[in-house]
């Protein structure tokens, strides 16, 4: 095998005839690197072993079908999957574009052979993902939402978000970008929660079929994390690479816990009926998973190298996670605009409001009386949908950078970019945008890192749009024509689902951020420092304090 490895280094050459045309640039220097594969893999060994996974898949697809596995899964965790498998072979499939532009920028041709392989791999998780969402479409009592997903996440009030995400392993900086952002921190550290921990979940709400595909991909995470690291040695190696270094971990670590931590959080906590007290919930799942296993063990170690590693971002991961409702909030505001999205919301029961007490104490007190708003509007009875309702809570601002809106009030920093007010949901957000993604960086020339720019919010493509038309737009309207595909409840009388006619009389929606740039600067200061003092679960400020 070693041999075959080397061999396939002499096939590499450097092109004398023309001058590349390099499209996607770093700002990276591999001068002094060691060039080595730690894994040296060769497709010989690679397709029979990824054989041999696809039959074990396909096989498991067959039997779901022949033992009907699909009517004894949880209608609650089902509907979940409409967003989750729309998502997610975007991200795969951006993975896979982002190996080429590691070709140009790592001088190493032992790690193009592992970055070629990756790429066969995101193409195979993306198609095996998608295959499953096929599968459920066909199978499952309610295939509305899974049928036109992939046209669907990218305008929807909650998948703006993923896409964000995938897209930033594709965009600016080659090694920030394909390397950084997503070898070093989405697969090395979030795959755990979203490839391991989220099967369990599946699992228990019996699907069968999600941890057989998401276990033959997390099976290929090593690989990726390979070469990952072996990149990030030989950018080590360059003194010149540390304060790029320090910056895209800082930036990698807190949007990758800002998304995966909203999206897998809300899925796990909320998408489940399994309410046994010994499950662990995502906090404990997190920190087993993403504290201990890749912040103990994988980025505390390369502070021998004198790489200063974000520790303080860390901790207050886990505080957003563990003391500021962070998955609680993004929960209550997915479910808050229920009627934008393509897929079924359940409300919480009193067994689900046990659960929460018991594993996040004070849960009910912060959260339970809107819950139970969300039950008491779920059928239409000449009330408007919860966003238009007075629930004793305030709409919240989107994050610039992340696109999770600044739901921990207190966080939410307001700042002027571009020539625009802008707001992010943590102050981290704010330096990503206005500091990090800059053509300079403290100093130093950084031409490749490009801006975070474009329509970027849900809510301001659609500002002063009455709520039927929006919906219509999106596409999330039923084969009748007129019920909504998404509803908040379960049940699929047509006399107790939400239409168009319903949306028609909501008042139009309005764009915080639209509003904010229309602000004078003492009116943007008011109201600034009133949204800090909201909260938490977005109740008003306080008029006393």
Known sequence: MAKAHQKIQE???????????MKYGTDYTFKKA???????????????????KDHRVYGAQDGAIRGNMFRQ????????????LSIIPLPEISAARSMPMLFHVVPNPELHNGQAIQMIDEVRHSTIQQNLKRLYMNNYIDPAGFNNSLRNFQSDYCGTI??????????????????????????????????????????????????????????????HISNGYATLLMALSDEDNRQLLERDLRYAWWNNHRVVDAAIGTFIEYGTKDRRKDRESYAEMWRRWIYDDYYRSYLLPLEKYGLVIPHDLV???????????????????????????????????????????????????????????????????????????????????????????????????VDKVD?????????????????????VYQGRETPNMGKLVGHREWETLYHGWNWADVVQDMGFVRDDGKTLTAQPHLDLDPKKMWTLDH??????????????NEMSDSEREAFAADYNRQGPAGRPAPTDA
């Open 34 to 52: 060691q060039k080595k594969d730690p894994l040296k893999q060769v497709l010989r060994s690679y397709f029979p072993m990824e054989e041999e």
């Open 315 to 413: 901790e207050e991961s886990w505080n957003q996670i563990w003391n500021k409702g962070y998955v609680h909030e993004v929960a209550q505001f997915f479910a808050t605009g229920w009627c934008a999205n393509y897929w079924r919301i359940d409300g919480m029961t009193d067994e689900d409001f046990e659960w929460f007490e018991y594993k996040y104490p004070g849960w009910y007190d912060r959260y339970g009386k809107w819950w139970e708003n969300y039950n008491r509007l779920a059928k239409p009875n000449g009330h408007h949908a919860i966003v238009a309702e007075d629930v004793d809570y305030v709409y919240p601002h989107r994050c610039w950078t992340c696109m999770v809106p600044c739901l921990v009030r207190e966080d939410m920093v």
């Open 162 to 223: 993923g896409r964000q995400f995938a897209e930033g392993f594709i965009t600016g900086d080659a090694i920030t970008a394909a390397s950084i952002y997503l070898t070093i921190v989405a697969e090395t550290a979030f795959t755990n929660t979203l490839f391991v921990a989220m099967p369990a979940e599946a699992a228990a709400n019996g699907d069968y079929l999600l941890p057989t595909v998401f276990h033959s991909v997390q099976s290929d995470e090593s690989r």
């Open 419 to 439: 020539g625009q007010w802008r707001t992010y949901c943590h102050e981290v957000c704010r330096w990503t945008d206005a500091e990090a993604f800059r053509p």
């Open 73 to 84: 899964v949880q209608e609650r965790w089902l509907e979940w999957q409409k967003l989750f």
């Open 11 to 21: 096939l590499s050459w450097e092109p004398q005839y023309h001058e590349p045309y």
């Open 503 to 516: 949306m028609r009389r909501m008042p139009h929606l309005a764009s915080p951020n639209v509003i904010l």
